[in-house]
């Protein structure tokens, strides 16, 4: 990928609860109850600067404005209802955008221990810092530049079902419809010869369809959780494909493609000497179909997170972690000396960069500094 850009120079963030009043009369009689009716959000501005790919020059890499508009309505304690709207206007990717999107919006119902929410959601897995791989429900923008991670990720339509035991939780999600995440295809290069065809992704059958399950164990000093998922993996790979219509064109024609698998994962947080918290997460990915000869389908592999974190008084915190994988059945990729065989090569290596599987064995470390201002 050529396109580097630099950190965050600026970021401008106004939260502001804009609207938080009852709009029943029955909420408005007593400002003790929970109100019916809730509308606030936040302005923010932000922007990116970084160095012009092949150059030395600097460009504006992304700057922008964003209002959030967030609704919030509940019938006493029978169920609710939630929707988010942000709209973003300004310049990023050398392009002027202007954009209106409907974040989340979906109802709950609350019947006994049983909570069900059904629309447009996002759900987040995982206790780590930022890298999750217990985390595969719904997508992410890839694309995304804000200076909050949660930012990349995208809603879906799907049903979550919660059955609560203090202190144990089940978790129960089922998504009907495929939905993949950006992949930033444009910002990848290609060698000659290679030609990105339309995407091939599942339709909206049943057999299609992505459930989920996890438990919960919530105790006063330590939290933790094993989970399940079998469904298609929203970050697709990239195959070849027929070439398109009409007269044929050298090269190879290569599309992305998503594939099924199945995760089982683990998860805690906890926290030691009074101040200092633990947590870790771990997930084992089998996929379906043959990786030995499907360039798409990445091996199954062992991601593992261990981190840990620290606040300090004058609203400072620390995170550090270790990240780690492990991939099976690991076979080494060489360059082939003939040049009809470029092509191939060179997809097996993307998806290998898609994957992070270039390696046996990897390790690395996260660390995230944070200075809250505002609060």
């Known amino acids: 990928m050529n396109v580097k850009w630099m950190g965050l120079v600026l970021i401008l963030f106004l939260s502001t609860n804009a609207l938080g009043q009852g709009l029943f009369e029955e909420a408005e009689k007593s400002k003790d109850k929970e109100k ?17 790919p092949e150059e030395n020059n600097g460009e504006l890499k992304s700057g922008y404005g964003e209002f ?7 019938k006493k304690s029978f169920g609710s209802a939630f929707a988010e709207v942000r709209f973003r206007n300004g310049h990023e990717f050398n392009n002027q955008i202007s954009e209106l999107n409907l974040r989340e919006a979906y109802v709950s119902a609350y019947l006994g221990r049983f909570d069900f929410k059904l629309g447009h959601q996002i759900v987040v897995w995982g206790r780590a810092d930022g890298i999750n791989p217990t985390d595969n429900i719904t997508p992410k923008n890839m694309l995304n530049r804000s200076p909050d991670e949660d ?12 059955y609560n035991a203090q202190p144990v ?26 030609i990105l065809g339309d995407p091939v992704y599942p339709d909206a059958s049943l057999e299609n369809s992505a459930f989920a ?14 989970s399940y998922f079998d469904g298609h993996n929203p970050f697709p790979g990239i195959s070849p494909s027929p070439p398109p219509p009409g007269p044929p064109v050298p090269g190879l024609t290569i599309s992305l493609e998503s594939y099924r698998m199945r995760v089982f994962g683990a998860d805690f947080s906890t926290t030691v000497a009074g101040s200092f918290g633990l947590r870790g997460e771990v997930a084992y990915a089998k996929p379906f179909g043959d990786y030995a000869i499907s360039a798409h389908i990445p091996n199954p592999d062992l991601r593992y997170v261990f981190g840990m974190d ?7 915190s620390i995170i550090l972690q270790y990240i780690g994988k492990y991939v099976y059945d690991f076979v080494p990729i060489v360059e082939p000396s003939d040049p ?5 090569y060179e997809l097996e290596l993307k998806n290998r960069i898609i994957t992070s599987q270039q390696y046996k064995t990897s390790h690395s470390f996260s660390f995230r500094l944070g200075w809250n201002l505002l609060h």
């Open 213 to 226: 399950a996890k438990l919960n164990l919530e105790l006063a000093a330590f939290d933790g959780s094993l």
């Open 151 to 162: 930012d990349k990720r995208v809603a879906n339509f799907l049903l979550r079902a919660l």
């Open 340 to 344: 009809a065989d470029i092509p191939a």
């Open 310 to 316: 620290k606040e300090f008084s004058g609203n400072f």
């Open 68 to 74: 959030s508009l967030k609704l919030k309505a509940r």
């Open 169 to 194: 939780r089940f978790e129960f999600i089922w998504v009907p419809v495929f939905k993949p995440s950006v992949v930033p295809t444009d910002l990848i290069e290609f060698p000659p010869g290679i």
């Open 36 to 52: 019916a009716f809730e509308l606030n959000g936040y302005l923010r501005s932000t922007f990116y600067l970084g160095k012009v």
